[in-house]
């Protein structure tokens, strides 16, 4: 069971934008940086922002991350209906020394 | 170019053992930790462990502790998953990834392609 909580879905018009969260706890978020996953489906998952809010070479810059105390958001502004996937945050846990995705937030483009 | 390349799909029947592997090219394989993640159908992703390429040391998730193990050889740069006593509930989309480090807090850059495991009898 994931200690890491994000909305089961999120939706908006194109050009609109959307913002996922992700909740966790003191040993995981609070003190590790979070990295956030796209998934279209019949894919591997891409990675889209680490280091809370560096992007990979390759990224627009639509996508961005942030992180305060236990909470991280992705925000996704100007919409595509490219955008419409499964979107994950992902940490470590300091004191089980092991990883852990959040449950995973439906993006649909309305 | 760099890229971790996986072995097919698999089908098994509940109790026995599966192993995948995950070939890496295009960078230096003992310089980078690799994880398993696995997706079952209809599922989120989940973190299945941790291997140091380096010195094989390994971190797996408490849920497979016992019933999964990771190794490598460094001389093929491959990463091999091994679970025994399979069941139903093992059937899903396996994968590896490479680690960025602990300084960018262990995210997955590259990924490979991904290995069907079908529990079925």
């Known amino acids: 069971q994931s200690t890491l909580t994000q909305p089961p879905s999120v939706s908006a018009a194109p050009g609109q934008r959307v913002t996922i969260s992700c909740s966790g706890i003191s040993s995981n978020i609070a003190n590790n940086f979070v990295s956030w996953y796209q998934l279209l489906p019949g894919t591997a998952p891409k990675l889209l922002i680490f280091d809370d809010n560096k992007r990979p070479s390759g990224i627009p810059g639509r996508f961005s991350g942030s992180r305060s105390g236990t909470s991280a958001t992705l925000d996704i502004t100007g919409l595509q209906t490219g955008d419409e996937a499964e979107y994950y945050c992902a940490t470590w846990d300091s004191s089980l020394s092991t990883g852990g995705f959040g449950g995973g937030t439906k993006v649909t483009v309305l | 170019q760099v890229q971790l390349v996986q072995s097919g799909a698999e089908v098994k029947k509940p109790g026995a053992s599966v192993k995948v592997s995950c070939k890496a090219s295009?960078?230096?394989?003992?310089?980078?930790?690799m994880h398993w993640v696995r997706q079952a159908p209809g599922q989120g992703l989940e973190w299945m462990g941790i291997?140091?390429?380096?010195?094989?040391?390994?971190r797996y998730a408490q849920k497979f502790q016992g019933r999964v193990i990771m190794t490598r050889d460094t001389s093929t740069s491959t990463v091999y998953m091994e679970v025994s006593s399979v069941r139903s509930e093992d059937t899903a989309v396996y994968y590896c990834?490479?680690?960025?480090?602990?300084?960018?807090?262990?995210?997955?850059?590259?990924w490979g392609q991904g290995t069907m495991v079908t529990v079925s009898s």
């Open positions: 990834a490479r680690d960025l480090g602990a300084a960018a807090g262990h995210a997955f850059d590259i």
């Open positions: 295009g960078f230096s394989f003992s310089s980078y930790f």
């Open positions: 291997i140091n390429t380096s010195d094989g040391g390994t």
